[in-house]
């Protein structure tokens, strides 16, 4: 709440103030999920990546974008629960294959201009299907991040959909275009051409 303002980040202030990230960057290591319910580990591990994005930028601050770091999100070991992991091994081992819900790709931080907005608050387990359903809709309805042209007949998507294909179409969805017109306001006629956008890895920063 304190940092972020329109999914943008002020990675200055916090680098600025590292002490506080840094701590709970030490707690989400030393975090004990042992009998915790699927929920509050899904919650956890979605407030763990976007922690430890951010705190990685701030360490490393100034960035113009966060793969000007070596290894930002394939190389650098983190400690999460207890277990040494990329933020890759996070995203896919703990989240994605686990839980089976494409949603996760629209409230996980990956410091660019192109992710999905940054959320301003925490995820909660009591919250986080009505949460996870909120941000994933308001992605996929923003004309800037999915851009429908109904003159030409097409439909312009971020590259995660084609980097992450087979997530959106791991629970009997066809296409990837079925998957989005379940959050769609206005659907997307299957007879349009898609396309994927360049992807914009400039630092989200505010």
Known sequence: KKYVDNGKVHYKEISENIGSITK????????????AGPESKKAFFINAYNLIVIYQVA??????????RSGFFDRVKHTVAGE??????????KLVLTFKDPRIHFVLACAAESCPPLASFAYVPNQLEKQLNVRTKLSINNAEWLKVNKGSKQA??????????????????????????KYRNTPIPASYSVTYYEYNWGLNEG
């Open 24 to 35: 709970l960057y030490n707690d989400v290591g030393a975090m004990d999920l042992t009998g």
């Open 59 to 68: 360490k490393y601050y100034p960035l113009k974008s966060p793969l000007d």
């Open 84 to 93: 040494s992991l990329t933020l890759n091994a996070l995203e896919i081992k």
């Open 156 to 181: 312009s998507l971020s590259k995660i959909f084609d980097w992450y294909k087979k997530d959106f179409t791991m629970n009997g969805e066809n296409t990837v275009i079925e998957f989005i017109n």
